[in-house]
């Protein structure tokens, strides 16, 4: 892909910044992942199992080893749902809480330095450049019809 692309700045740009998440979440004995689960379980209620995937963008499979992992390390504890007999809660211990915090931290640490170097009106239309990008992908209007796309290729 060539470097003018939307595709290739996303990719290269959220390869890096997983590459420094990674390398920071060692100092913390974590990795991007558990950080970003911690990060998305409700730290006072707990968040039910069902719904981490798809607030995460994650499959069922990636995040079950992810649970099961930090489940093993005493970060989570799984609970029964008291609104559904079924479900299970996701709570997180208080080394679950800590290492929650310390990945919140970095999260927004990488935001300040960025606010700091980049203009506010740039970091406004980035916000409405990706809220545009996640709009037509959940709309489907990115690859709907084969034959408007190559007609759209033919046009250009």
């Known amino acids: 892909m060539s470097p003018s692309t939307i595709d290739y700045a996303l990719r290269a740009t959220w390869q890096a910044v997983a590459r420094m998440y990674n390398e920071e979440a ?3 004995e974590l990795t991007m992942a558990i950080g970003f ?3 998305s379980i409700d730290p006072k209620s707990g968040t039910p199992s069902t719904a981490l995937g798809p607030k995460m963008g994650m499959e069922a499979t990636s995040l079950s080893r992810i649970l099961k992992n930090i489940e093993e390390k005493g970060y989570v504890v799984r ?3 008291p609104n559904d007999g079924r ?3 996701i709570h997180l211990t208080p080394l679950g809480l800590k290492k929650r915090a310390d990945s919140k931290e970095v999260v927004l640490r990488f935001n300040d330095v960025v606010e700091k170097h980049a203009d506010h009106k740039d970091l406004e239309s ?8 996640n709009r037509l992908i959940l709309d ?3 690859y709907t019809a084969r034959e ?6 033919k046009s250009h």
Do not use: A
């Not at 980035?126 to 990008?133: A, G, K, P, S």
């Not at 408007?148 to 290729?153: C, L």
């Open 140 to 142: 489907k209007q990115v």
């Open 26 to 28: 060692k100092h913390y």
């Open 126 to 133: 980035f916000y409405r450049v990706m809220e545009t990008i």
């Open 79 to 81: 609970k029964p749902n």
């Open 87 to 89: 479900g299970v809660l």
């Open 148 to 153: 408007e796309t190559s007609q759209i290729n």
């Open 37 to 39: 689960t911690l990060l």
